[in-house]
């Protein structure tokens, strides 16, 4: 009778090294890390792999991997698009062509601006390189950097900067980000989570919530007002506009 081999146990514990699909796999699950993606704190269970998020529960392969990452670019430079393009509503306007120049550069320096979140809004208008500011913000120091970043801008000339400064409130902060969670949650609006900049942006003031940024489509923009009158707001203005109608106000401003 022939002795069993003996097998030798490992001389370190090192674990193994995690693989490609591993690390496609972890990276796949950044985008539900984001505030606004976590599960509302109404909800006790977990989202299933098939569920509210896609990204959680499977493997991602190299292939698809890449064209995850590709369409994530592609969504990157429409965020810039769409910022520019919801600051632009609110000229109506005409404006000559160095003050379109100079709000353009208004508009990527505020969405370049590390700390303006969905919970904060910002308006901008141009005449003759006098730029005025006007919104809300969550923070007082949000409001004095947006206004000295704009200020160093190139045909500037002087800023009147109306930005409010939001109440402190524990309601209201669990109120924006239950309505965050709510619309960027839900899958007809996981193309607009990816973006750096997510167009559409919570205002909760006192209770009472405003809606604005742009969408796709009016179908979009209703759907949007619907999951925010979920959580026993006061009110919910819907100020949301459309690719239609700021590509119509772009137009006019050229």
């Not at 390189?129 to 919104?135: F, P, Q």
Request: with cysteine.
């Amino acid at each position: 009778m022939r002795p069993r081999a003996r097998i030798r146990q490992p001389l370190t514990s090192c674990r193994s090294r995690r693989t490609c699909v591993q690390s496609a796999s972890q990276n796949s699950r950044e985008f539900p890390r984001s505030a606004w993606h976590l599960p509302c704190p109404n909800c006790s269970q977990r989202p299933a792999a098939t569920g509210a998020f896609p990204h959680w529960g499977r493997d991602v392969g190299r292939s698809e991997f890449r064209r995850c990452k590709m369409r994530k670019m592609l969504m990157v430079c429409a965020g810039g698009l769409l910022l520019t393009a919801n600051m632009a509503v609110a000229g109506t306007t005409t404006v000559d062509r160095k003050d379109f120049q100079v709000f353009k550069d208004v508009a990527a320096s505020v969405g370049r601006y590390a700390q303006f979140t969905i919970f904060d809004d910002v308006s901008a208008s141009v005449k003759d390189g006098v730029v005025t500011l006007a919104g809300k913000v969550t923070m007082p120091y949000k409001r004095d950097e947006i206004e000295k970043r704009v200020s160093r801008l190139d045909g500037v000339r002087a800023v009147r900067d109306t930005i409010t400064v939001l109440p402190v409130s524990q309601f209201d902060d669990e109120l924006r980000l239950r309505i965050a969670r709510s619309i960027y949650g839900n899958s007809s609006f996981w193309n607009y989570g990816i973006m750096p900049n997510p167009p559409i942006h919570i205002v909760v003031e006192n209770g009472r919530v405003t809606l604005t940024g742009v969408v796709q489509s009016d179908v979009d923009r209703m759907l949007a007002r619907s999951l925010a009158t979920q959580f026993g707001a006061l009110s919910v203005t819907n100020d949301l506009k459309t690719d239609a109608e700021v590509q119509a106000a772009l137009e006019k401003s050229e």
